[in-house]
Structures are given as structure tokens and as C-alpha cells.
């Protein structure tokens, strides 16, 4: 594991800075599914002199950490931190019992609003844990070599935590308390009563509690382990059932095996030993747990499995049949010792591939030791201390004063975040060279697993190499192309944005990703335009989209007008105020059509070229003489959604002119066929029409770009201040077409101004878009919600505000 980066507090004078007043204060964090970081600071980001004093806690995201947001400031202290499954909504909880459940508001990272809120009245809050939502995707070890997802990955049957009406799962937390005390807060569709709640002891009395974990089960069940500190009591493990029942909840604990430490601790000194942490080694299966205990400055871990073990029984209570008694118990399996004090532990979150499962361990030293599940072998370690740089007085002075506050990894396991006590992040990169190089082979496999389940990838990127990219590209692909159409035709949207994501981080790749953008556009835009036609009164089983492929492939036609005859244009009928709304997507369609033409001379030019060229994807081509066709038509209904160009005659019939000559090149046999008579005429479109670009090389400051393969580790980066890591794209200049330098709208396609002041960014790509939008047909307001959630390219949106930068 190496440190990639951290995030610092902006640079100030010992003078200024109140150094016992951050010294040795916990604080937490927490990584989300979209890898997303939420932590907690004693202080604000940018105070230097200690006056903000109190519980802050802030979010960013890992491709840009230097924009942070800060949700609410806590008079209390922040006991648990944690983001639900699918990334979206996060729960505080306090010392004094309050629980606070958060989410975006309109999807956007530095905007959030309140879900709702619940008091425990003198419960100090230990440990939380979202309800699940029944759905658990692992890859099937015994057929990982299989070349079909259906086989190599399985939807495990795994039940919702609380279900609701139709067996729905419902959304909520679970808490537990350092007195015993187990809570339920789920949210209601009743604005009055936002959530519903419910309390019951964890056994027949309350008892003190110092550490906790929870881990879900199969069933729909809480697997919970408890300990009081004291290493002569034993650990204790409960399974917790919630219900909902009518419009409130319920929950009721059982008592399961219990067990004590026995080889840890020393046997002269054993009343001296806490017990620190537990720590289900992956949190859907709650069959391991790890536990870490400190002793007068040193500490130890082990881990213990859950097993079945056959009790004999006398012959006197022994049944006819003779079968076997079986009991679950605790069985000790590993031990590790430490030379300094254990301050945080976390382990692997998702059983993708069950024997890669890793246990990170973070010492007083600040040191971080990465150990094998199976017999906590060390693997490797690294240090704080010799992360710092040494040129400054002020770091060295602070260097002696860090300690780490809590860790925690990312869903695919790729890199780890970790906080430290002046709430300063690490991020790790958990795979390297040596011991835990990560192959070919598991970085597609894990990049499947994200097609499979819609997590993000950001975290398997950052520690790629710039020499398997294009390898694990064309490898990804292959394997996509493998499965049945179906399969294809479901995950194709999310596996461009994959493909794209690749492309960007090679210098030599951004046209690629260029072209790849364009495909993506193409594919939402036909999309969308055929789901406005209505049904056909012929055919009833299809609506006339479906019936125009087959038009335009069969019959080799060049003239648009000519293919109205083979089809019914009352089909196509599509009121005009919507086709009026769509016309900036109209245009986008020309536009593309234009510069892929253009480019034709040079593309035949090349003589070889790797990766995807949308010119030469004979699907794509024909999906455009497609919204050509459809585009016809409406300019028919309504001329005023037509695209508008600036022409050398007005007699130019640029629809025309586009769709005669994508038909010359995409001839039946499936293959583009150039001719010198084609290239004439691609080469004269610049002198008839003028060219509008369609690819902005547009710059962009984040983590994942082609820079970070020429960088120093680790970087040093700041709150609030934007490195120098900007990178613009290299694209093919097109020759003839016209530059504006204006930012254009990712989502609306439309010109914002070369320095737009007031928008939304995309947080990887660095895309932007409006925030408002006045035009109100129920189309364009569909095809905006399409992008509600994020980015076309999968990332979260955050407002930009130039002013505030």
C-alpha cells in the first residue's frame, strides 16, 4: 500500500495555530458506496485558531477532496458516521442519542437537506447500521472463469432487514447504545411523522457497552457483537430482529454464543487489558469476527469464526434416528501482537471474491499494518511519519502530535481513507507491485461486478497502471461482447460509461472517449426520441420505430424524402410545442453528423488505428440515418425544430446532403465503404456549411486524469485551494469547424458562456450543466430527470459557484 494523497488544513504559523486544543481529538469518517468521503473535525477547515470549536462534519468527493461541504456543525460529539448501501442518505449519530438522518437535496454533493430525526433521551450512541435493502450480488468462486455474468456473478437470496407492504424493503437505522439500549428509526411516507421508531433492551438486563459491531444476516436479521471493555467478561452476540408492524416497528433480541480472549492477553497482567474494537469481517456475513484489545501500551487482535461443532449427547437422550447434535460455537483462529496500542481497525466491506479479504489496523505510531484474513499474516505496512515532508518546521511539529482517528475502506477494496486527529485525509492505494498487485484478470472482474451492481469504480482507477488501460479495455470489452443480447442491450449505457472512464485516463485516449461520449448521446438521444411516436395502427404489436431500421437497411436508399415513402408519416406525428422543446437535441444530432463526415478524409488517412472510432461503428451510423429520418419528418410538423446552419446557398439541404452521404457509406454488407467520389464530397461540406464543434476540450482539475501517472506521491493537497493538477484534453482539431471557446451543457447541449458563473459540475469529468431550466414539456422535463441523479459519465453533480471560489 502506498499514500496517494493527502488533504491538509491550509498552511499557518505555530504563533497562530492552538495546538492542545486539536491534540488527540477523535474524529470519523466514512466512505460511500459512490466513494464518496464524509468526516468529522474538532474545528472548521479553515479556522487556525481553534475558535470554531465543536463537531463539524463535512463531505467530498475522492476525484475533487479539496471542495468540501459542510452539512451542520454538532454541539455534541459525533459518535457514528455511516452511508446507507446505494450511497445516498447518511446518519449522525451523538453522544446524548441523537440521531440525524441526511440525504442530497436535488442530488447535488454540496446541498443537503434533513430526512428526519429521532431522541434517545441520555443513551450515548456507540454504533449504527442501515437497514438492508435485500439485495447481495458475490461472485461465484468456483466458476470465476466463466464467461457469462450469469454464471460468474449470483444474486444471493438475502432478505430486506424490515419489510413492508409486498415485501418491499424498507429504509431505516439500527442503533445501539452503550448502555444496551437497541433502536430502530425507520422513515414513513407521512410528512407530519417523517419516522417511527422503537427501543428494546439487548438482553434480560442493560449492561454497559464499550464496543459494538453489527453485521447483517440472510434472513433479514442484525448480528450483533458486544463487549464491555473488561477482558475477563466475555464477548457477547445477539441476533436482533426488526418488524414493521401496521405503522410502527418492533424489535426483539435472542442471545447466541458467547466466548472470552484467552491467548491475547498476557497471563501476569490480563486485568490491565481493554478490549478496543469489533469488527465483523465482512459486513453480510456475520459468521468472523475480529477483535482488538490494548494492553499497557502494546495491543493484540484475534479473530474468531462461527461453526457448527457436533456435541455428543448420552445414549439415554439420544433420538431413534441416531442423528448427530449439532451446536454453533466460537472457535479462536488466529492471533497477531502489536508493539504499540491499536487505535482503529476496519476490514473488507463486500465478499466479491471471499479469499482476497483484508484487515487494516492503524497503531498509535501512526503506523498501518494491512493483514491477511486467513491467519492474520502481515502483508505490508506503511506509516504517517514518513509520509510528511520534512523541509518545514511546522509539519515536523506537528508529525509528533498525529495520531489516527479511524479508517475505513472502500466498497471494491481498492484504497482506504483514513482521518487523523486534526482532521487531515489519507488516501491509500491498498494495491501495488509485490504482494498485493492487482492483475488483469481481477480489475476486469471487478470492473463486471460494478456493471452487475452500479457501484462506482473510482476507487479501482485510482490504482491502475497507465500500462494495462488499454489492455483492461479491450479485455472488458471482449468480455462484454460475449454475452447474450440482452444481457448487452440492459447494461450497455453503464458499460460505456465504464469504457469512457478508461479511455480518459490515457493521454492518447481521449478521442476514444470522445467518441465513445458520442455514442453514449446518440444511443439516449434515439431513445428517447422513439419513445414519443405513438403505436402503430398496422402493426399493432410495434410502434413504427421498431419498423425503420429494417427501411433504411434494406432498401439501399440515399435520398431522405424517398425513404417517407416506405413508411407512414402520421406515425411519427408528435405534438409541436414537445418537438420545439427538443430542438437543441435535434441540432446536437446534426452537428455529429457533420463532424463525423468531415473527418472522413482523415480518418482514411490512418494507416491503423486502435480502439473505437464512431465512424467505423456501422450501428451508430445507421442509428443516425435513423434520427435523420425522424428529424425529417418533424421538420415537417413543425420547421422551427430543424437544425440551424450557416450555409454558402440557401438552396444547401443539409438533412439531405447528411443522409445521402452516411448511406454511401454504410452499405449492406455492414462494412463502411469509402470511395474517392465520397471523400470529395466530405471534403467540400466545410466550404458549403459552417462546421459547429461538438467535442469541447474542456479543462479539468481533479485526481483521475492522465497527470496523476507523472506525479510525485504523495500529493499535498489543502482544503478550499485547488492544485495544479488541471488537465486539458488533446482532441483532434477538426478542420473547418467553428470555435467559440464557450462551455457547453452537457445535458441540454446548449452554450453557457466561456465562464459560466452559477452551475452544475460534474465531480469526474468536470462537465457542466444548468441548474434551472425554463422550458416545461413533459418531454425535455423526462429527458433532464434522465440526468437527475448525476452526470451522463456517472458522477455526482456539485454546484459551482465562481464567486465563492
Known amino acids: 500500500m502506498d499514500l496517494l494523497y493527502t488533504v491538509n488544513r491550509k498552511r499557518f504559523s505555530k504563533a497562530t495555530f492552538n495546538h492542545e486544543s486539536s491534540y488527540n481529538q477523535h474524529s470519523l469518517c466514512s466512505l460511500s458506496s459512490r466513494n464518496i468521503a464524509a468526516f468529522t473535525a474538532s474545528t472548521e477547515l479553515d479556522d487556525n485558531n481553534s475558535k470554531t470549536w465543536g463537531c463539524h462534519i463535512y463531505v467530498c468527493d475522492l476525484n475533487m477532496p479539496w471542495h468540501t461541504y459542510k452539512i451542520l456543525t454538532n454541539k455534541d460529539t459525533i459518535t457514528a458516521l455511516k452511508w446507507d448501501l446505494p450511497g445516498e442518505k447518511l446518519v449522525i449519530a451523538d453522544s446524548t442519542g441523537l440521531i440525524q438522518l441526511w440525504t442530497f437535496k436535488d442530488n447535488v454533493l454540496n446541498d443537503w437537506i434533513i430526512i428526519g430525526t429521532h431522541y434517545f433521551p441520555g443513551e450515548h450512541l456507540l454504533e449504527v447500521a442501515w437497514f438492508h435493502n435485500g439485495k447481495r450480488t458475490t461472485l461465484v468462486a468456483e466458476k470465476k472463469d466463466s464467461t457469462q455474468y450469469n454464471e460468474k456473478f449470483s444474486h444471493l437470496p438475502y432478505a430486506p432487514s424490515v419489510k413492508q407492504f409486498g415485501g418491499r424493503a424498507a429504509q431505516g437505522v439500527f442503533t445501539v447504545s452503550n448502555t444496551g439500549l437497541l433502536g430502530a428509526v425507520m422513515i414513513t411516507q407521512d410528512k407530519q411523522n417523517p419516522v417511527c421508531f422503537a427501543t428494546e433492551s439487548i438482553g434480560s438486563i442493560r449492561q454497559r457497552i464499550t464496543a459494538v459491531d453489527i453485521s447483517y444476516a440472510k434472513n433479514g436479521q442484525f448480528l450483533v457483537a458486544v463487549s464491555s471493555g473488561n477482558f475477563a467478561l466475555p464477548i457477547r452476540c445477539f441476533r436482533v430482529s426488526v418488524r414493521k408492524i401496521d405503522e410502527r416497528c418492533n424489535i426483539t433480541s435472542q442471545a447466541l454464543p458467547s466466548f472470552f480472549l484467552h491467548d491475547g492477553a498476557p497471563k501476569d497482567d490480563s486485568s490491565n487489558t481493554i478490549i478496543t474494537h469489533l469488527k465483523f469481517a465482512v459486513s453480510e456475513t456475520g459468521d468472523s469476527l475480529i477483535v482488538a484489545a490494548n494492553n499497557n501500551g502494546s495491543g493484540f487482535i484475534e479473530v474468531w469464526e462461527l461453526s457448527e461443532k457436533i456435541q455428543p449427547i448420552h445414549k439415554l437422550f439420544q433420538s431413534k434416528t441416531c442423528d448427530p447434535f449439532k451446536t454453533v460455537v466460537w472457535q479462536h483462529q488466529a492471533l497477531y501482537r502489536c508493539h504499540y496500542s491499536i487505535t482503529a481497525i476496519t476490514s473488507t466491506k463486500l465478499s466479491i471474491v471471499t479469499p482476497i479479504s483484508y484487515i487494516l489496523v492503524a497503531l498509535s505510531d501512526s503506523s498501518i499494518r494491512c493483514l491477511s484474513h486467513d491467519g492474520l499474516k502481515e502483508i505490508t505496512v506503511s506509516s504517517l511519519n514518513s509520509s510528511w515532508r520534512q523541509d518545514e518546521l511546522i ?85 462484454f461482447n460475449r454475452q447474450s443480447l440482452i444481457v448487452q442491450q440492459y447494461h450497455f449505457m453503464q458499460f460505456l460509461c465504464i469504457k469512457i472512464s478508461l479511455y480518459r485516463m490515457l493521454v492518447s485516449g481521449q478521442s476514444k472517449a470522445a467518441d465513445l461520449s458520442s455514442l453514449f448521446m446518440v444511443h439516449a438521444i434515439a431513445t428517447t ?173 481533479a485526481i483521475a486524469t492522465p497527470i496523476l ?77 434522465r440526468w437527475a441523479k448525476g452526470c451522463p459519465c456517472g458522477g455526482t453533480w456539485r454546484i459551482h459557484n465562481v464567486s465563492q471560489q
Open 395 to 479: 509539519n515536523k511539529y506537528l508529525k509528533t502530535s498525529t495520531l489516527i482517528s479511524h479508517i475505513d475502506m472502500s466498497w471494491l477494496g481498492c484504497v482506504f481513507l483514513l482521518v487523523d486527529t486534526h482532521g487531515v485525509l489519507y488516501i491509500y492505494k491498498l494495491y501495488l507491485e509485490g504482494s498485493l498487485s492487482l492483475t488483469l484478470g481481477y480489475a476486469c472482474t471487478l470492473l463486471e461486478y460494478c456493471l452487475q451492481t452500479g457501484l462506482d469504480w473510482l476507487d479501482l482507477i485510482l490504482c491502475l497502471r497507465s500500462s494495462m488501460i488499454e489492455a483492461l479495455c479491450e479485455r472488458f470489452d471482449a468480455s
Open 529 to 701: 426520441f422513439k419513445s414519443l411516436l405513438r403505436p402503430s395502427d398496422t402493426f399493432h404489436d410495434k410502434v413504427a420505430a421498431d419498423r425503420l431500421p429494417s427501411v433504411i437497411t434494406d432498401n439501399i436508399i440515399t435520398d431522405v424524402d424517398k425513404v417517407l415513402l416506405h413508411i407512414e408519416p402520421k406515425e411519427f406525428t408528435v405534438e409541436p410545442i414537445t418537438l420545439q422543446s427538443l430542438q437543441q437535441l435535434i441540432q446536437w444530432i446534426a452537428n455529429l453528423a457533420l463532424n463525423l463526415l468531415i473527418k472522413l478524409p482523415e480518418q482514411r488517412m490512418q494507416i491503423k488505428s486502435s480502439g473505437y472510432e464512431l465512424i467505423k461503428d456501422h450501428k451508430a451510423l445507421n442509428i443516425l440515418r435513423e434520427l435523420l429520418v425522424i428529424i425529417r419528418i418533424w421538420g415537417l410538423l413543425r420547421p422551427s425544430c430543424l437544425p440551424v446552419f450557416l450555409k454558402s446557398a440557401d438552396n444547401i439541404d443539409v438533412l439531405g446532403l447528411l443522409f445521402q452521404l452516411l448511406s454511401k457509406l454504410v452499405q449492406p454488407n455492414g462494412e463502411p465503404q469509402i470511395d474517392d467520389q465520397l471523400m470529395d464530397d466530405c471534403c467540400l461540406i466545410p466550404n458549403q456549411i459552417m462546421i459547429p464543434q461538438v467535442h469541447q476540450a474542456n479543462s479539468i482539475t
Open 709 to 785: 501517472f507523472y506525479q510525485s506521491f504523495p500529493l499535498q493537497l489543502e482544503y478550499g485551494t485547488e492544485p495544479d493538477l488541471t488537465f486539458i484534453p488533446e482532441l483532434n482539431p477538426v478542420e473547418g469547424c467553428m470555435h467559440n471557446g464557450q462551455i457547453v451543457d452537457i445535458v441540454r447541449h446548449v452554450y453557457l458562456g466561456k465562464q459560466p458563473s452559477f452551475v452544475k459540475q460534474c465531480t469526474r469529468c468536470g462537465a457542466k450543466s444548468q441548474i434551472q431550466n425554463t422550458t416545461r414539456t413533459a418531454a425535455i422535463r423526462a429527458w433532464e430527470q
